[in-house]
């Protein structure tokens, strides 16, 4: 359900930026957090605002973002070359020709932000207010820009390029959010200029032209790691790691079991009921949802899952996309599943590969099966009659049906359909040489000996 907002909303993402310390040919702001795009991250935030219009700025790699944001009504406007954040803005005036409302400008490099924080940013704004800046304290101001106040109104905002030294001292640092009535941004755009240490285009020049006016404008703060950016790998696995750390603690408050979270990774999507059981080192891709009573055992990879109530996961087990498993199904250490539907009860315990199968209720599985899934050009459905026993080491040839009740002997290589309650047996005859063994030990010794 989106968020009421007291004036029209709309958002400008700027992505414009090098991303060379990446050093990657994937735009900086589509590398995944939880398995998603960290653009992707912001936007959905976003979209619960239900802004009016939405404008990224980008710079190379523009048809690597418009295919990640098709489908969510967003522009792509593009800055080229980049003369910093005032100018990528301008960049967005033509999509939003015609808008007169709130502008909420955003970093597609800062993708966990709040729609929370969003919303107190965009209600900032009344009849005293022009603008809002969002800023925060880190542990280590470094390089950011300061924000110089008197209570929660801004006085100043400096680039640390610019800074005194008196002004590198303030602890209070600026985010680069900011939210801005559509008629004062365009025109406060056009009164920036270059003229500073990079000879850039900075967009917190508005806010001193504004101040200049004798207008106000207030300083919203958050916390450091909801505004944290992603620049290099290194932050990238920082933002990952407070993402997954989050995730955790909601998860152990929603009534899950994380016997050592540290070691447990979810997807952004991953769904757990309470009284879910997760061992250590489990690693969930996306689309996977767990009923409640599920016990995912050590170092298990489970994604595009469903399971059910009750249901026993590892350790070791590899569940990929399209495995759905009914109630008290079972799968075990080293069995891998594929596009493979199990009933109620249904278990492959040891050492299986089942892809493109339908497992009956109570089916029990034998160690070493396999479905022979695969001819090198096409895909062929197995199925697995309710309550039927597949023996250890078996290889049941796709397309084959076993019916209900029925067994396959220890061994066998099932090319045929087999009827309901029957044994299927494949295995030549066992026959013995009395003594050979013995012979032949004796003849390898005696050669070995020349």
Not at 108 to 127: E, I, K, N
Not at 148 to 167: N, Y
Not at 288 to 310: P, Q, W
Request: glycine letters at 10%; one cysteine or more.
């Amino acid at each position: 359900m989106g968020v009421t907002n007291p004036a029209p909303l709309a958002a400008i993402i700027l992505a414009a930026g090098q991303g060379t310390r990446m050093k990657s040919s994937l735009h900086k702001v589509l590398h995944p957090i939880a398995h998603k795009p960290m653009v992707l991250h912001l936007l959905d935030s976003l979209a619960a605002l239900a802004p009016e219009r939405s404008v990224i700025v980008v710079g190379k790699a523009r048809e690597q973002v418009e295919a990640a944001v098709a489908g969510r009504n967003i522009a792509v406007a593009v800055q080229s070359p980049q003369l910093g954040t005032g100018h990528a803005v301008q960049q967005a005036e033509a999509a939003l020709a015609g808008f007169n409302g709130t502008i909420l400008v955003l970093y597609g490099d800062a993708p966990l932000v709040s729609t929370a924080t969003m919303q107190r940013l965009a209600a900032a704004l009344d009849d005293g207010t022009a603008a809002a800046v969002l800023a925060f304290r880190p542990e280590a101001p470094g390089a950011y820009g300061r924000v110089i106040t008197d209570g929660d109104r801004v006085l100043k905002m400096v680039e640390f390029k610019d800074a005194s030294l008196e002004e590198r001292a303030v602890p209070l640092c600026n985010s680069g959010l900011l939210a801005v009535r559509s008629a004062d941004l365009w025109p406060l755009l056009a009164r920036v200029t270059n003229d500073n240490a990079a000879g850039e285009y900075y967009l917190p020049d508005i806010i001193t032209h504004l101040i200049a006016d004798g207008r106000t404008a207030r300083v919203i703060e958050t916390a450091a790691d909801e505004v944290a950016g992603v620049n290099s790998r290194s932050e990238l696995a920082a933002l990952e790691a407070q993402w997954q750390h989050a995730r955790r603690a909601q998860a152990m408050a929603d009534g899950v079991t994380l016997t050592d979270p540290a070691s447990v990774f979810f997807a952004h999507d991953t769904e757990v009921a309470a009284d879910v059981s997760i061992e250590p080192n489990v690693v969930f891709g996306p689309g996977v949802r767990i009923a409640s009573g599920a016990r995912i055992r050590a170092h298990s990879h489970i994604e595009g899952a469903d399971i059910g109530e009750n249901c026993e996961i590892g350790p070791f087990a590899r569940l990929r996309p399209g495995t759905v498993l009914a109630a008290k199904a079972k799968i075990g250490n080293f069995v891998e599943t594929k596009n493979a539907a199990f009933g109620p009860g249904a278990k492959a315990n040891h050492l299986s590969y089942i892809g493109d199968a339908n497992v009956g209720a109570a089916a029990n599985i034998g160690a070493g099966t396999i479905t022979c899934n695969y001819d090198g050009f096409f895909k062929y459905r197995t199925s697995i009659g309710a309550g039927a026993f597949i023996g250890s080491n078996s290889a049941l040839v796709a397309p084959v049906s076993i019916g209900d009740g029925a067994i396959v002997g220890a061994g066998s290589t099932i090319t045929a359909d087999v009827p309901a309650d029957a044994l299927a047996l494949v295995r030549p005859a066992q026959s013995h040489k009395p003594g050979w063994a013995a012979r032949f030990r004796a003849a390898m010794q005696a050669k070995k000996a020349r």
